[in-house]
C-alpha cells in the first residue's frame, strides 16, 4: 500500500484533487484498505445537517486493516516496541505476528465475559503493552473502547463510566510513572462505589506494579487467568464503515466533558493517510525506522499516531511506560540513542522542560539516527521550536508542527516531513481535504491571506467526529451552529503571506495545560464542590513551561492561604485529578460581574497574565472597585 505523497508536487496536486472532487479523491485513496462491501457513497452529508458518513454502506475490520493484512508481506517485522519505566528492564518486543495473536487472545478473553459488538468497554490502565491490546481488541470485536486517561480521579473516572453506560472495565493494579506507583485498582474500587456505576459486571486487573490489590468476588478477575487460556485465533467480525469505533473525552467550554464519538471507516482512512504523509515513516518489511510518539494512550495523540497509524501503514511503533525525567533529564535522548529512534513526536510543554534541563543533556547522546521531529498539543513557541531544531535535530530533521484536535481525529494542518518548507512555529499548511477558513466574530470568511481570525473547517473530512455520545444536540451545537456552514475548532489562527497558518490558541473558555485540555467551567464546578469556597473565576495564564497555567479567583471566608490552598488541591485532585491543580490561587472578596451577573473573565484573564491595561469596556461592571482590589492583590 502506498497512500503517500512525496513531493511537494505531489501534494499541491492531490490538494486541488481532494478540494474540486472529494468523493474521487477518497474513493482512490480508500482503495488501498481492506474492506469486504466496497461502500456505495464516499461522502455523505454536510455542516448544515450534522449527519455526516464516509464510506457509506462500506464493511470492513479495521483490525485486520492494522495488523491481519500485514502478515504475510512483513509478519516478522517489529510492530511494537515496549520501552519499560525502569531503563534496566528489557524492552517487550512484538512482531506484527505477535502483536496480531496477543490482540486475538485479548478478543477472545473479552468475548468470554460477554462483550459484544456495540458494548462499551472502559479502559484505565498505565502505558502498557496490554493497554494497546485491549484498544485494538476492543476493535476487533467492535465493541467501543473509551479509555480514560490513568491521571484522571475516581470521580472523573465515574462520570465517565457512567456516560457511556460500560460494562467491563480494563485496569492494572498499579501504574510505574517514574517513582511513583499510581493505584489504579483502588482508584476503580472508589470509582465504582459511585451512583449508576453499577452497569459495570466485571474489572479485568492485569498485573504490573505489584500493588496490592483488592479484588471482589464475582466481579474482579485477572488478567492473566483469562488471558494464558485463550485463544490466539480469531475470526474478524465485518463490522459498518459507521458504526462507532471509539468514544474519547475532551473538555470544552461549557458543562461536562464530552464523549466525542470516532467511527470505522473514515478514522482508519484518516488516521493512516495522515500518519503516511505528516511523517514520512519507511513502512518497508525491511525498513528499520523506530517512530516514537511520546504520548499516552490515554488522548487522542496516542490512539491515533501511537496504535492505529503507525500500524495500519505497518511501521514500528515505540510506546514508552515512563517520564521524561527518570532516572534523570536524559531519558528521553537515552532512548532515541538505544533504539535509534527515526521520527520522534512530543509536546512543546515536554520540549520546554528539558530544555531548562541544560544543552549539555541531550548533548551526551548520540541523536544522529533521527530524522523527523514532531510537535502536537498546544504553540510552539519561538525559543523551543528553535531549541529544539538544534539541539535535538542538529538542524537536520524537519519538524512537523502538527495542529488537530481530539475531535478531528488525525491532523488536519501540518507540514509533510521533507516535502513542505517549515518556517518556526507555524503548523503551516492544511492536509489534503482540509480547507481551512478564518473568520471574523460575525462568522464572516476573512479572504485576504494575511489575516488573524477563529480558525473553522469548511467541508466535512473522512476522520472528523460524528457525535457527541448520546446528545447530538450538544455536537451541533459545539461545532456547527457557532459560526453556520463551518466546524469552529475554538481556536485562532494567523495566516501569513503564503497562506501558512499559525495557531495561536484557544478563543474560547478552554485552557491547555501542558497539552491538557480543561475547560474553565469545569474547574470552576470542581472547586464550588467544596463548602469552605463560596464562589471562583478560572482563567488561563502564560506559564514559561506548562504552556498555559491555571489561575483561580476565589471568594472565601477562610483567611489562610495555605488552607484555602490545600482545599482548593484536595477537592481537585478528588474531582478531576492531580494534572488540573490551580498553579496560582487569588482570594478576593468579589468577582468582577456585569448587571447582568457575568464574569468579565477577559479582565480576569489580563491580571492573571500581568497586563494591567486596557481593560476595554468596562461600564457594564456593577462594582467597577473589585477590579482595583484584585489589581492590587496581584501587585
Ligand atoms: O488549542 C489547540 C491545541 O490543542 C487543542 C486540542 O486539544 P486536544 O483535543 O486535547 O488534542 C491535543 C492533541 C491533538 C487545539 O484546539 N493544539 C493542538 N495541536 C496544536 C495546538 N495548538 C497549536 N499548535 C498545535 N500544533
Known amino acids: 500500500m502506498d497512500i503517500r505523497l512525496k513531493t511537494f508536487e505531489e501534494y499541491e496536486a492531490a490538494y486541488e484533487q481532494a478540494k474540486n472532487n ?42 485486520e486493516n492494522c495488523l491481519d493484512r500485514h502478515l504475510e508481506t512483513r509478519g516478522d517485522k517489529k510492530a511494537l516496541v515496549y520501552v519499560a519505566n525502569d531503563p534496566s528492564e528489557k524492552n517487550q518486543e512484538f512482531t506484527y505476528k505477535e502483536l496480531h495473536a496477543q490482540v486475538c487472545k485479548t478478543a477472545n478473553m473479552l468475548e468470554e465475559l460477554g462483550v459484544k459488538k456495540g458494548d462499551r468497554v472502559c479502559i484505565y490502565m498505565s502505558m502498557v503493552p496490554e493497554l494497546m491490546f485491549t484498544v485494538l481488541a476492543c476493535a476487533r470485536i467492535g465493541a467501543i473502547h473509551s479509555v480514560v486517561f490513568g491521571g484522571f480521579s475516581a470521580q472523573a473516572l465515574a462520570g465517565r463510566i457512567v456516560d457511556a453506560e460500560c460494562s467491563v472495565l480494563v485496569t492494572n493494579d498499579g501504574g510505574l510513572r517514574g517513582t511513583k506507583v499510581t493505584e489504579l485498582k483502588s482508584i476503580v474500587d472508589e470509582a465504582l462505589k459511585e451512583k449508576d456505576c453499577s452497569c459495570v459486571k466485571n474489572v479485568i486487573v492485569h498485573k504490573r506494579a505489584n500493588n496490592k490489590v483488592t479484588m471482589q468476588d464475582g466481579r474482579d478477575l485477572w488478567w492473566h487467568e483469562l488471558f494464558d487460556k485463550a485463544s490466539d485465533k480469531h475470526t474478524a467480525p465485518q463490522l459498518d464503515a459507521e458504526d462507532p469505533l471509539f468514544i474519547l473525552y475532551t473538555s470544552g467550554s461549557t458543562g461536562t466533558p464530552k464523549g466525542v464519538v470516532h467511527t470505522q471507516a473514515g478514522y482508519m482512512v484518516w488516521a493512516a493517510y495522515t500518519f503516511a504523509n505528516v511523517f514520512q515513516v519507511d513502512p518497508g518489511e525491511s525498513s528499520k525506522d523506530m517512530y516514537w510518539c511520546t504520548a499516552d494512550i490515554g488522548w487522542i495523540t496516542g490512539h491515533t499516531y501511537i496504535t492505529y497509524g503507525p500500524l495500519l501503514n505497518g511501521a514500528t511503533t515505540m510506546m514508552f511506560e515512563g517520564v521524561p525525567t527518570y532516572p534523570d533529564a536524559g531519558r528521553f535522548w537515552d532512548i532515541v540513542e538505544k533504539n535509534k529512534v527515526t521520527h520522534f513526536y512530543t509536546a512543546p510543554t515536554a520540549v520546554r522542560a528539558l530544555m531548562a534541563c541544560g544543552d549539555d543533556v541531550p548533548a551526551k547522546y548520540d541523536l544522529s539516527t ?6 502536537v498539543g498546544e ?14 535535530g542538529k538542524k537536520k530533521c524537519p519538524i512537523v508542527d502538527t495542529w488537530w484536535q481530539t475531535e478531528t481525529g488525525g491532523i488536519l494542518i501540518s507540514p509533510l516531513a521533507g ?70 475548532s475554538g481556536d485562532g489562527a494567523k495566516r501569513d503571506i503564503e497562506g501558512y497558518m499559525r495557531i495561536t490558541g484557544r478563543v474560547d473558555d478552554v485552557i491547555n495545560v501542558s497539552g491538557h485540555r480543561f475547560g474553565t467551567a469545569e474547574i470552576e464546578n470542581a472547586i464550588g464542590k467544596n463548602t469552605a469556597i463560596a464562589e471562583s473565576a478560572v482563567v488561563g495564564y502564560p506559564h514559561d513551561v506548562k504552556g498555559e497555567g491555571i489561575y483561580a479567583y476565589v471568594v472565601t471566608d477562610l483567611k489562610d492561604e495555605a488552607e484555602v490552598t490545600k482545599h482548593i488541591n484536595d477537592t481537585i485532585i478528588k474531582e478531576i485529578g492531580a494534572v488540573a491543580r490551580p498553579d496560582k490561587i487569588q482570594i478576593v472578596s468579589g468577582l468582577p460581574k456585569t448587571r447582568s451577573g457575568k464574569i468579565m473573565r477577559r479582565i480576569l484573564r489580563k491580571i492573571a497574565a500581568h497586563d494591567f491595561n486596557n481593560f476595554g469596556d468596562t461600564s457594564t461592571l456593577l462594582d467597577p472597585s473589585v477590579v482595583e482590589e484584585i489589581k492590587e492583590g496581584v501587585k
Open 419 to 488: 516535502l513542505t518548507k517549515t518556517k518556526p512555529c507555524k503548523a503551516t499548511l492544511p492536509l489534503p481535504g482540509i480547507i481551512p477558513v478564518l473568520v471574523d466574530d460575525d462568522g464572516r470568511e476573512i479572504g485576504e491571506t494575511m489575516a488573524e481570525g477563529k480558525l473553522c473547517i469548511k467541508h466535512p473530512w473522512p476522520g472528523m467526529l460524528r457525535t457527541v455520545y448520546k446528545n447530538h444536540e450538544r455536537f451541533m451545537n459545539a461545532y456547527l451552529r457557532t459560526y453556520k456552514g463551518y466546524y469552529f
Open 22 to 63: 472529494p468523493s474521487e479523491y477518497w474513493g482512490k485513496i480508500a482503495e488501498n484498505f481492506q474492506f469486504s462491501k466496497k461502500w456505495q457513497d464516499v461522502t455523505l452529508g454536510d455542516f448544515t445537517d450534522g449527519e455526516i458518513r464516509w464510506f457509506n454502506g462500506a464493511k470492513l475490520n479495521i483490525t
Open 370 to 375: 533521527l530524522k523527523v521531529l514532531g510537535s
Open 379 to 392: 504553540p510552539i513557541n519561538a525559543e523551543a521550536w528553535h531549541w529544539y531544531n538544534e539541539h535535538i
